[in-house]
């Protein structure tokens, strides 16, 4: 296979599992609980932004291994549509579901920056791999 | 046919070398990561330390006996305490000679049941005595705090005209403070009568006992006469009044001095790295480009060959590097920014002093100290080497590489 293509392949997957396992093991939210009236608990919406992150990482992990087994264009293609799930990413705990409102919780000091950091160099890495592989395309 | 300039011969060498081009920039990506990030934190806790001495505002604090350091994480690190003093004492601290003022607050922490009720510090202040918090939030305010009325810290989470809840009652929200980069950032002020009812409320949630009466302080803030030896004076209250009321003392200047060496200790030890980080790079440098130029004098003498003054072939090494670390100071500079500002909560708590972010000149300056510092480092290093080929004739070194 070509070592080209392997590359920005492989930068992709790992960017999704870096997605996946940061919010998810590496630095997880706290796992407090809202008690609801009838007694049981529910997690509060950290918990579901990084939940929602994780799915975006694993998004962005079927992507990278999709891209080894697709022509040059089409991978350049998976690489630009990267590029909107990772501002989703960043909007996710940014604005759309959001978590705590302290900025000195676990959630806003530690997980989601580690998110936007991520989610930023993985956007920044799928323009790299999409220029790359476009460029490739053409001179073929 | 494009022409062929100095650019374009520093381009192909560049991408004909992919590895040592993404090597050496990664080198100078970390010098500056290293001087960028440097001067932002130190920065931060020079500017935070400066607000604390703004903000300080008295002289003396008097505080139970051994609840010094409480109150002294309360102030720096906005570390929630509750503690209590003996009412009594204010009176007996207002009439030690140099005592110009003194004003009683008082310290509640709320609770912390889990995640989201985060414990705070409720401050409690008497608006007709208080010379320490009044003066600076009353521009955020219109007229005296209220009773239950708040004025809350900036990373606290509520608007102006918004209602916050604690001890199962209920205070509206007058105020929103600037970033201090202290404790105070996470605590809540309010007039000493709402402050006692609060404490009350505490108590009575906590099943503490607390005496019912009116006089219910935590601290008092003591203001020094002009011409007093504030350390005189805080010794003349421990002297006259510590066995009966149990005081002990904050001294500002030695909380202030404490907090400045610390930050001086850290500072210092960026700036040895720092150092560290600028000479390996700078010997790296000199080994590559030593090593580069060294197997390129075929290249170089075919250029010297076909007409390139010697000037020319030192002015496309000097570009080559150059290249090399503009490009390593800006990954350098986006990384350590991607880490920083993010992250700048985290740090600012695992720290532990006054920490405020700088303004943005200062971070633009920081952004051209650190490029200056690459573009020094990098061109400079392979000066030397291109001084040191361009010296010899070409007819020798023509030789030499036959």
């Known amino acids: ?140 | 046919m494009k022409p062929v300039t100095s650019m374009t011969i520093v381009k192909s060498s560049l991408f004909r070398r992919p590895l040592r081009s993404i090597g050496l920039s990664a080198v100078v990506a970390l010098l500056c990561a290293a001087i960028f990030g440097g001067l932002i934190l130190s920065s931060s806790m020079n500017r935070g330390l400066d607000t604390l001495e703004k903000r300080l505002g008295a002289d003396v604090m008097v505080v139970r006996y051994g609840y010094e350091s409480k109150a002294q994480g309360a102030i720096l690190r906005g570390e929630p305490t509750t503690f209590y003093l003996d009412p009594g004492a204010l009176d007996a601290i207002s009439q030690v000679e140099g005592v110009a003022a003194a004003s009683p607050q008082i310290y509640v922490a709320t609770l912390s049941a889990g995640c989201c009720s985060y414990p705070l510090q409720l401050i409690g202040i008497d608006p007709d005595t208080d010379f320490t918090v009044t003066p600076w939030i009353t521009g955020q305010i219109k007229g005296a705090l209220a009773d239950g009325e708040i004025v809350v810290g900036s990373k606290i989470s509520a608007d102006v005209g918004s209602e916050l809840q604690f001890f199962k009652r209920v205070y509206k929200v007058v105020g929103r403070l600037e970033n201090t980069g202290m404790g105070f950032d996470t605590s809540i002020f309010m007039n000493i009568t709402t402050a006692k009812q609060a404490a009350h409320d505490a108590a009575r949630v906590s099943s503490q006992e607390l005496q019912d009466n009116d006089d219910l302080i935590s601290a008092v803030l003591v203001d020094v006469a002009d011409g007093y030896d504030v350390k005189e004076v805080a010794n003349n209250i421990l002297r006259a009044h510590a066995a009966e009321y149990h005081l002990d003392t904050v001294v500002s200047d030695n909380m202030f001095n404490e907090v400045s060496s610390s930050i001086r200790n850290f500072t210092s030890y960026i700036r040895f790295f720092e150092i560290m980080i600028a000479v390996l790079t700078v010997l790296i440098l000199l080994i590559v480009f030593s090593v580069t130029i060294n197997s390129r004098r075929a290249e170089f003498s075919m250029y010297r060959v076909i007409g390139a003054t010697k000037g020319r072939i030192f002015s496309l090494i000097l570009l080559e590097s150059f290249v090399i670390s503009i490009i390593g100071a800006v990954i350098g500079i986006v990384v350590m920014s991607e880490i920083i500002f993010p992250f700048s909560n985290a740090i600012s708590q695992s720290i532990g002093v006054p920490f405020l972010m700088p303004s943005v000149a200062t971070i633009l300056s920081a952004v051209a100290v650190s490029i200056l510092a690459a573009v020094i480092c990098g061109p400079g290093a392979s000066a030397l080497c291109a001084a040191k080929f361009t010296s010899k004739e070409v007819y020798s070194t023509m030789r030499e590489v036959m």
């Open chain 1, 1 to 140: 296979m070509d070592l080209k293509k392997i590359i920005p392949a492989a930068v992709m997957m790992i960017f999704g599992i870096l997605l996946i396992a940061a919010g998810l093991f590496i630095l997880p939210p706290c796992d407090h609980l809202i008690e609801t009236a009838n007694g049981g608990g529910v997690p509060m919406k950290c918990h579901w932004s990084v939940v929602a992150d994780a799915v975006l990482g694993g998004i962005i992990l079927c992507g990278g291994i999709m891209s080894l087994f697709v022509k040059r264009d089409t991978a350049s293609g998976i690489f630009m549509a990267m590029i909107p799930v990772c501002i989703a990413g960043i909007l996710i705990p940014a604005c759309i579901i959001g978590g705590c409102s302290m900025p000195t919780m676990k959630c806003r000091a530690l997980t989601f920056p580690a998110l936007y950091v991520l989610n930023t160099l993985c956007g920044m890495g799928a323009v790299i791999c999409f220029v790359l592989t476009k460029k490739k395309e053409e001179r073929r």
